[in-house]
């Protein structure tokens, strides 16, 4: 493929509306997205989403450790395998974290079923975690017998506004206008032109685009390009550089029972695009995309995400979620006048 970018003023023409097949953003055109771990699908359900969530939490702030959802350890009396909501395993040391997300706080019976399974699995330590926190009872049985509790604690506005970002979270994207479409007469479009293989060269014209573009700048494209099937074409639009932020939608602190929210050194905050989850513990943090949840704008692709932030801190980026079901739609006019002189 060939082609020529420059800023540039056009009138656009009455679109088509397509929608493409989405198979065509797996893969190549996510490029960018390191995960930190292997891409996987979030649960809906609630007791083991609150899992997932306390093993990456655990995976921030025992980083030089494994951290392992939902793992089975063998009983020693039994030979049988136990599961474990979370383990952690460093060196010889081993945690189990177990989660509860419950109406209400979680009263001394539970702490007492902890300290006997902590025994019984000869762990090193177990931690208690719950959504609505601990009644005074079971506070003062799990300092007596060495259990560690955490809970969440949600921030109040003015402490976020008085705690701010760690960081900023954007998408950068290309928008393009109309998108016209110049091939032979008689070519088949609708079957061998329109969906996955338009979306392979839309896909080309993007990374062929200046990184970065001006933002406001209008810049023409265009291309010529050979389909597979429907042979040689030309692709004329324009297209710019198009930034949304990811505001902050509500912080959790995560910690002791006993600890106010403001003073915890770890929190979770969640964004509203993309159900994005922002996990920080001291200089370290995570953030993780749920691809499942991502509504793209119509003629909009997504380039990259952007993390800015003012202090040094080791970041790891997760994707959770299948990126095989993104799609996308775009505003195609065919026009049957291409010839080998275009």
Same mark, same amino acid.
């Given at each position: 493929m060939s082609g020529h970018f420059q800023p540039h003023q056009t009138t656009a023409a009455k679109p088509t509306r397509l929608a493409p097949h989405p198979e065509i953003l797996s893969g190549k055109p996510w490029g960018w997205v390191r995960p930190y771990r292997s891409a996987r699908?979030? %649960?809906?359900k609630k007791g083991k989403s609150l899992e997932q969530l306390a093993e990456r939490i655990h995976s921030v702030i025992d980083r030089d450790a494994k951290v392992t959802w939902n793992k089975g350890v063998v009983d020693p009396d039994t030979g049988r395998l136990r599961q474990v909501d979370v383990l952690i395993e460093r060196g %010889?040391?081993?945690t189990h974290v177990e989660c509860r997300d419950h109406i209400g706080p979680q009263d001394?019976?539970?702490i007492e079923e902890l300290i006997g399974r902590k025994d019984s699995l000869k762990a090193d330590a177990m931690i208690a975690v719950s959504t609505s926190g601990f009644t005074p009872q079971a506070v003062v049985k799990a300092k007596a017998k060495g259990i560690f509790l955490r809970d969440f604690s949600e921030l109040t506005d003015q402490e976020i506004g008085e705690w701010g970002a760690i960081v900023d979270i954007s998408a950068?994207?290309?928008?393009?206008e109309t998108i016209h479409l110049h091939v032979r007469e008689g070519t088949d479009s609708a079957k061998t032109i329109l969906g996955s293989p338009l979306m392979l060269v839309i896909q080309e014209i993007v990374s062929q685009l200046p990184d970065p573009l001006a933002e406001g700048v209008w810049y023409r494209v265009?291309?010529?390009?050979?389909?597979?099937? *429907? *042979?040689p074409a030309c692709i004329q639009s324009r297209c710019r550089a198009v930034k949304r932020d990811f505001p902050i939608a509500s912080v959790?602190?995560? *910690?002791?029972? +006993?600890?106010?929210?403001?003073?915890? %050194?770890? %929190?979770? +905050?969640?964004r509203t695009q993309f159900k994005t989850e922002a996990i920080f513990s001291g200089n370290h943090g995570q953030i993780t995309f749920d691809l499942s949840r991502i509504e793209m704008p119509p003629n909009h692709w997504l380039r990259h995400w952007s993390v800015v932030g003012e202090q040094i801190m080791t970041m790891h980026i997760e994707t959770i979620g299948n990126i095989d079901f993104i799609s996308t739609s775009f505003d195609v006019k065919i026009i049957s +006048?291409?010839?080998d002189d275009n």
């Open positions: 699908s979030m %649960t809906t %010889t040391h081993v001394v019976k539970w950068n994207y290309v928008e393009f265009n291309a010529s390009v050979s389909f597979p099937k *429907g *042979g959790r602190a995560y *910690g002791e029972p +006993d600890v106010s929210a403001a003073s915890r %050194t770890t %929190t979770i +905050d969640t +006048d291409y010839t």
